[in-house]
């Protein structure tokens, strides 16, 4: 038995196929004839384009000028700058000279007054600072007799910078010796001993005077060094 209904189905779809595809050509020339290629070609020439790459940053190279330099360090025995106080060591006895001078119009019944000028007579600058020490000294023994000087307030401490030749000055201040009521010594001579120094030195006195055999009375009082005598 012959299904009829069945081949005019297939048939059917055949044609509805054919159709279709008479269609899609018909669409491809018809793109093809107007210029537009169906798949896109590269042209021979073209080379794919490489993305930029990030160039390297040059690291700057320090010049001299730019790389700071060390500061100097102190230390223990650094010299300071020419001229401070500070640069020189402290005036020792032996690289001083020393003198004593009368100051006349200031003295008195009671008691009188001598510049003691030390002089730098060393090849280097020294410092003088500070209140010297002095005891007067027997002209019969040559040994100190009495107190140690006490302090003079009139001129305050100042360093004083001695270069070579040059001087600094206390006031010394005396108390004459019979005003105590003690037995008395002749001396020509005192012991002095600059400040920051165990070292004292023998000077002679302006003229004779009279110490006092007791060892607690104080006969001489000294100033501070100064750059120049003190003037009243």
Do not use: K
Not at 11 to 25: E, I, K, N, S, Y
Not at 58 to 81: A, D, L, W
Not at 184 to 192: G, K, M, N, R
């Amino acid at each position: 038995m012959i299904r009829v209904g069945t081949g005019r189905s297939r048939g059917f779809t055949a044609r509805r196929l054919g159709t279709v595809f008479l269609v899609m050509v018909g669409a491809a020339v018809t793109l093809t004839a107007c210029g537009v290629p169906l798949i896109p070609t590269l042209d021979p020439t073209d080379t794919p384009t490489a993305l930029p790459s990030a160039a390297p940053v040059p690291t700057p190279t320090p010049t001299p000028s730019s790389v700071p330099s060390p500061e100097p360090t102190g230390g223990p025995g650094s010299p300071g700058s020419p001229g401070e106080p500070g640069a020189a060591s402290a005036c020792t006895t032996d690289r001083l000279s020393f003198a004593l001078q009368e100051r006349p119009a200031d003295s008195g019944a009671g008691s009188f007054f001598w510049d003691l000028s030390v002089t730098n007579s060393g090849a280097v600058a020294c410092t003088a600072n500070g209140y010297p020490r002095v005891q007067l000294v027997s002209a019969d023994t040559g040994q100190p007799i009495g107190a140690a000087s006490g302090l003079e307030p009139r001129a305050a401490p100042s360093a004083v910078l001695l270069q070579p030749g040059d001087s600094a000055f206390s006031l010394l201040h005396l108390t004459r010796a019979g005003v105590y009521g003690c037995p008395l010594i002749p001396v020509t001579e005192l012991a002095v001993t600059p400040p920051n120094t165990d070292q004292s030195s023998r000077v002679a006195t302006p003229n004779p005077i009279d110490g006092c055999a007791d060892p607690a009375i104080q006969l001489a009082r000294t100033g501070a060094f100064a750059a120049s005598p003190v003037v009243f």
